[in-house]
T-cell receptor, first 109, second 112 residues
Framework: GQQLNQSPQSMFIQEGEDVSMNCTSSSIFNTWLWYKQDPGEGPVLLIALYKAGELTSNGRLTAQFGITRKDSFLNISASIPSDVGIYFCAGYNNNDMRFGAGTRLTVKP | NAGVTQTPKFQVLKTGQSMTLQCAQDMNHEYMSWYRQDPGMGLRLIHYSVGAGITDQGEVPNGYNVSRSTTEDFPLRLLSAAPSQTSVYFC???????????FGPGTRLTVL
């Protein structure tokens, strides 16, 4: 089956720093999505990408759909304490949705 | 709108017991899906539905049944619970199958 490799597994950063994380796959996806999950809650959709090469922003978050359609990147600029959480990438293709294992972000004030 | 609601929030079962996890949405979404989340892993798709009367299997369907008799409800049934089904279960709904937007708060299930 299609597997998503998400990295890094965890990040410890200082408030104000920029953050980058990525997701790669051996298979092509038609849609890439990024979610954030807080403890004890369901994931919240941050950004959805639909075309290879697409670059989309949502406030301080920017995500890109890789040209090969096998990867995606998420950047968070000027991190703040409420950015703490687990960030998941997800890829969709042919009625199948696959998720990465997540990047756990810790922001130190 | 209540969004996506799930009941119960917590459940403990013994091996072999059966139960139904409830999921309801009030946004008139056609697409609903069930996921399980295990420690250190991403969500895995169990079953999904693209409308009332239509269901299909996801990545990990074994041991689970679903039905979709109305647009609003999409229950997940465990016929004979096993310890391997200990997990957190999330229900989701959306307008588009390719853009899953609304997740419920989750049901934490433990099978002893």
């Amino acid at each position: 089956g299609q597997q998503l490799n998400q990295s890094p597994q965890s990040m410890f950063i200082q408030e104000g720093e920029d953050v980058s994380m990525n997701c790669t796959s051996s298979s092509i996806f038609n849609t890439w999505l990024w979610y954030k999950q807080d403890p004890g809650e369901g994931p919240v959709l941050l950004i959805a990408l639909y075309k290879a090469g697409e670059l989309t922003s949502n406030g301080r978050l920017t995500a890109q759909f890789g040209i090969t359609r096998k990867d995606s990147f998420l950047n968070i600029s000027a991190s703040i304490p409420s950015d703490v959480g687990i960030y998941f990438c997800a890829g969709y293709n042919n009625n199948d949705m696959r998720f990465g294992a997540g990047t756990r972000l810790t922001v130190k004030p | 709108n209540a969004g996506v609601t799930q009941t119960p929030k917590f459940q403990v079962l013994k091996t072999g017991q059966s139960m139904t996890l409830q999921c309801a949405q009030d946004m008139n979404h056609e697409y609903m899906s069930w996921y399980r989340q295990d420690p250190g892993m991403g969500l895995r798709l169990i079953h999904y539905s693209v409308g009332a009367g239509i269901t299909d299997q996801g990545e990990v369907p074994n041991g689970y049944n679903v039905s979709r008799s109305t647009t609003e409800d999409f229950p997940l049934r465990l016929l004979s619970a096993a310890p391997s089904q200990t997990s957190v279960y999330f229900c989701a709904s959306s307008y588009s199958i390719a853009r899953v937007k609304f997740f419920g708060p989750g049901t934490r299930l433990t099978v002893l």
